[in-house]
Every structure is written in C-alpha cells, then in structure tokens.
C-alpha cells in the first residue's frame, strides 16, 4: 500500500512513519509545496495530519480557515480526482469544545469553543462531502497524544517532575482521557488497513487524573515523588493562568466504545506501558 503523508516530520507522523516502516510512505510538505503539482498517481490512502494548530501568540481566524480547510480541501479533491481511495483526515476533541463533565463520544454534538476547533470542524463536514463509494473518508478525533519526544506542556511537566521531588498536585480529583502515541498509530493503521470510513475517536482504555499521570510518570523515571494540596496554589493559578488551571484540574473524558466495535479494534498499549515507553523510548511491538 502507497501513503502520502502529510506532517511527516511532526511528532504524529514521525512516529507514524516508525511504526508502518513496512509501508511506503511518500512524505509530502503540505504548508511549503504547491498541491496543484502534486503527483498522486498510484496512491493508495493519503493521510493528512499537517495542521495548523494552536499558536502560543494567537493567529488569525482566516489562517486557520486557509489551512486547515481551504488548502486540506485542495488536497483532497485532488486526490479525489487522482483515483485515491481513501483521505484519512487528522481531527481533534476540540471540535466538541472545551473540558467539561459531559463525556465525549463520536455522536455528541460540536460546539467548539477557538478558531482551531472551529477550522477542524469545517473541514469534517466538507471532507464528508466528498465522500462516496469510490473515495473513503475517515476522520479520527483525539485528545492530548503523548509519547517519547512529546513537547508543550507535558514535555514541561516532565522536567518540573524531574527537578522538583515535590509538587502541589496532590488530590486532583479530575479525569482526563489521553492517547498514546503507539495507540494512535495502531488505530490509524487499522483504518488505513481495513479501509474504513467515518468518525473515529482514539482514547487510551484508562483515563487519569492529574496526580495519578505525575505519580506513573514518577515510577518511570524512578522517581519518589511527595504529591501535598496546596489550596491557595489551584486559586491563584486559576486566575492567573486560566487555561493551564483548566488542562490541569478539569475533566475531559472520552467513551470511544462505538469506535472500537464498529473496527473490530483494540488498543495495543496500556496507560502505564504508554508513559513508561513516553520516558525510556518506544519499542514497538508491531
């Protein structure tokens, strides 16, 4: 099977690219190469995971319109018109909105919150347009993916947890859901390889809160770790940093039960074998 693969050198796509090195992937720089001389011709699956995501200095509505619907539309129609038979479209939770108690599934209602969950959106519900029985489109939905060589904000707590022998996370009574990178992979394979369309949604079997994700990552970098609450500590970071206050001590869970039946899929990875791989490197077993 032929790949185009777009966000080749990103974190998804490099590992991507790892995890499938039996396949041929043909790399493809979506943001500096012009598409209207893209050569698809014999391209079997093209997975689209170049985005522009969010910017830590804010970026205009219009740029995520041209990027991540605009030119992600141009791609897929010429692959569309090329013979492609299926456009695996890269998406995230924030087409549901924020954190929150609502669990999230595939068939709950959208209602994002930024321009980048809004951009996501869009191009979801342009992208199934095209969709027919000549050209497959499967878009998959995930929450934080983490992994070796994660950057942001786990990359930062990592080396908070690595310095500091004491942290003031202690009780975080939150559940988040997160994706290991290996579980994603595996997911995207398995769509890729059973030529499946729809909406999927990739989750980790276990979800955690923010101490019980500091503690594991702790036990794999063989750390002791002291967890203490300091009230006063969430208050003022709630002001002052509303939403790292909400990534740390909010809820966002994920049920994805009906992606997992309708695939015949289940992940290969738990969370614990996932954060321990995250800090000592991934082996994947394939």
């Known amino acids: 099977m032929k790949i185009l693969l777009t966000g080749a050198t990103g974190f998804i796509g490099a590992h991507f690219t790892r995890y499938t090195a039996s396949q041929d992937i043909i790399p493809f720089s979506f943001h500096n190469s012009n598409i209207d001389t893209l050569n698809l011709s014999g391209i079997d699956t093209v997975l689209h995971l170049a985005a522009l995501v969010h910017q830590m200095n804010g970026a205009p509505s219009e740029a995520y319109e041209q990027i991540n619907v605009t030119r992600t539309l141009d791609l897929a129609k010429k692959a569309k018109a090329a013979g492609v038979k299926q456009f695996v479209f890269m998406s995230t939770v924030k087409v549901y909105g924020e954190e929150t108690n609502t669990v999230y599934s595939e068939t709950t209602p959208c209602h994002p919150q930024d321009d980048y969950g809004r951009s996501k959106l869009h191009a979801e519900q342009e992208l199934q347009k095209l969709g027919d029985k000549n050209f497959m489109v499967s878009i998959i939905r995930t929450p934080i993916v983490y992994g070796a060589g994660v950057k942001a904000n786990i990359k930062s707590l990592i080396t908070l947890i690595q310095k500091m022998p004491i942290l003031p996370f202690g009780n975080t009574e939150n559940q988040r859901s997160m994706v290991y990178i290996g579980n994603l992979c595996a997911l995207i ?18 979800a955690l809160s923010t101490s019980d994700f500091i503690r594991t990552i702790g036990r794999a970098l063989g750390k002791k770790l002291y967890l203490i609450h300091i009230p006063l500590f969430e208050y003022l970071l709630k002001f002052i940093k509303p939403s790292f206050h909400q990534r740390l001590f909010g809820n966002l869970l994920i049920d994805n039960t009906l992606t997992k039946e309708q695939l015949g899929f289940r992940n290969p990875y738990s969370t614990e074998e996932g954060i321990k791989n995250m800090i000592q490197g991934e082996h994947y077993d394939i």
Do not use: C, M, V
């Open 189 to 206: 394979t398995h769509i890729i390889e059973h030529q499946k369309g729809g909406i999927f949604l990739a989750n980790d079997d276990t």
